[in-house]
C-alpha cells in the first residue's frame, strides 16, 4: 500500500477514535490521552507496514539486479564462445544463476568441452562453470 494510503488510513482512525472519545463520560484529558494512545499505537503499526514494505522493494531490487547480472554473464559467455574458433558455439548453450554458469548441449572433443569451461570461466561475472556439454563423434 503506498505510503499516502497508509497516512489516510491512520487519519481516519485517529478521528474515529476521538471522536468515540468524546461520547464517553470523563474528562477532556482522558479523551486526549486515549487519543495520544491511539495515535501512537496507530503510527507504530504504519511505521512496521512502511518497514515491511521498504524491506519487500529493496529484496526485489536485489534479485532484478542479480538477474541482470546474470544475463549480462550469459552474454558475454555466449560472445567469447562464438568468437573462439574451432568450437561448435551454436551446439552450445549458456545458463547463468548467480554467477554460476552452466554449459549444456554438445561438444565434439573433450579438448572443446574443456575449451569451453575454461573461456567461460575467464569472463568477468563469473563464479564457476558446471560443464554438462555432452561429447558427439566428429562427423
Given at each position: 500500500?503506498?505510503?499516502?494510503?497508509?497516512?489516510?488510513?491512520?487519519?481516519?482512525?485517529?478521528?474515529?477514535?476521538?471522536?468515540?472519545?468524546?461520547?464517553?463520560?470523563?474528562?477532556?484529558?482522558?479523551?486526549?490521552?486515549?487519543?495520544?494512545?491511539?495515535?501512537?499505537?496507530?503510527?507504530?503499526?504504519?511505521?512496521?507496514?512502511?518497514?515491511?514494505?521498504?524491506?519487500?522493494?529493496?529484496?526485489?531490487?536485489?534479485?532484478?539486479?542479480?538477474?541482470?547480472?546474470?544475463?549480462?554473464?550469459?552474454?558475454?559467455?555466449?560472445?567469447?564462445?562464438?568468437?573462439e574458433?574451432?568450437?561448435?558455439?551454436?551446439?552450445?548453450?549458456?545458463?547463468?544463476?548467480?554467477?554460476?554458469?552452466?554449459?549444456?548441449?554438445?561438444?565434439?572433443?573433450?579438448?572443446?568441452?574443456?575449451?569451453?569451461?575454461?573461456?567461460?570461466?575467464?569472463?568477468?561475472?563469473?563464479?564457476n562453470?558446471?560443464?554438462?556439454?555432452?561429447?558427439?563423434?566428429?562427423?
Amino acid at each position: 500500500m503506498p505510503h499516502s494510503n497508509l497516512t489516510l488510513v491512520a487519519i481516519s482512525l485517529l478521528c474515529t477514535l476521538g471522536l468515540s472519545g468524546c461520547d464517553k463520560p470523563g474528562s477532556a484529558e482522558q479523551a486526549g490521552k486515549s487519543i495520544d494512545d491511539a495515535a501512537s499505537e496507530t503510527g507504530k503499526k504504519v511505521d512496521a507496514t512502511l518497514d515491511k514494505y521498504e524491506d519487500k522493494v529493496s529484496q526485489q531490487g536485489a534479485e532484478s539486479a542479480q538477474a541482470w547480472a546474470d544475463t549480462e554473464v550469459t552474454t558475454k559467455v555466449k560472445t567469447k564462445l562464438f568468437g573462439e574458433p574451432g568450437l561448435r558455439s551454436l551446439q552450445i548453450s549458456v545458463d547463468t544463476v548467480g554467477g554460476v554458469v552452466t554449459l549444456t548441449g554438445t561438444a565434439d572433443s573433450q579438448a572443446n568441452s574443456d575449451k569451453a569451461s575454461a573461456i567461460a570461466m575467464a569472463v568477468d561475472g563469473v563464479e564457476n562453470v558446471v560443464n554438462q556439454l555432452t561429447l558427439t563423434a566428429t562427423q
